[in-house]
Antibody, heavy 115, light 112 residues
Framework: EVQLVESGGGLVQPGGSLRLSCGAS????????MSWVRQAPGKGLEWVAN????????YYVDSVKGRFTISRDNAKNSVYLQMNSLRIDDTAVYYC????????WGQGTLVTVSS | DIVMTQSPDSLAVSLGERATINCKSS????????????LRWYQQKPGQPPKVLLS???ARESGVPDRFSGSGSGTEFTLTISSLQAEDVAVYYC?????????FGGGTKVEI
């Protein structure tokens, strides 16, 4: 059974930083793309970033380019999202998701950007 | 970027009746290399992450009831729930995975 457990969310002030982590199990982590998707309160889904199985390719939505960095550690079956220069509109539940086509989803971690 | 336009925003359907949700893409999602449409449908219930219903526009995922079906090709797609059940109350999203950035439709809320 695929399991994805996100952590690292919380309350941060505008301009601050957070690092999200996602631990994965139940599949061959090192052979699959991994993605982050977010959902602002009461809103729809927005794909944020993804990373290829070996980390050689990374893609981002325009609104986070230059502020967020996705990375992975295949030895630890983990993917990360470093979020800098956070803005109020980054407030959302952040989901860790398997694959380029977004197959299995974690339960999400809430990031709240507020002063 | 590929823009996904979903309609309607919300839909009220009686139990046992048909629900139809539409999704249009700004570019074709049909690959000439494999003749597949890179379109997925998701169901999201309150407080839960989304769940994949259909891949490649019309292929039901394992365990998904056969009252859910998908159709369409190129730029226009449809999700149909043939006989709405109480447990189908949810928000439904389409997703294009033809290329990055991946983009979702705005969602359709289905109510009884």
């Amino acid at each position: 059974e695929v399991q994805l457990v996100e952590s690292g969310g919380g309350l941060v002030q505008p301009g601050g930083s957070l690092r999200l982590s996602c631990g994965a199990s139940g599949f061959t982590f090192s052979s699959d793309w991994m993605s982050w998707v977010r959902q602002a309160p009461g809103k729809g889904l927005e794909w944020v970033a993804n990373i290829k199985d070996d980390g050689s390719e990374k893609y981002y939505v325009d609104s986070v380019k230059g502020r967020f960095t996705i990375s992975r550690d295949n030895a630890k079956n983990s993917v990360y999202l470093q979020m800098n220069s956070l803005r109020i509109d980054d407030t959302a539940v952040y989901y860790c998701v398997t694959g380029f086509s977004l197959t299995y989803w974690g339960q999400g971690t809430l990031v709240t950007v507020s002063s | 970027d590929i823009v996904m336009t979903q309609s309607p925003d919300s839909l009220a359907v009686s139990l046992g009746e048909r629900a139809t949700i539409n999704c249009k893409s700004s570019q074709s999602l049909l690959s000439s290399s494999n003749n597949k449409n890179y379109l997925r449908w998701y169901q999201q219930k309150p407080g839960q992450p989304p769940k994949v219903l259909l891949s490649w526009a019309s292929a039901r995922e394992s365990g998904v009831p056969d009252r859910f079906s998908g159709s369409g090709s190129g730029t226009e797609f449809t999700l149909t729930i043939s006989s709405l059940q109480a447990e189908d109350v949810a928000v439904y999203y389409c997703l294009q995975y033809y290329g990055a950035p991946l983009t979702f439709g705005g969602g359709t809320k289905v109510e009884i």
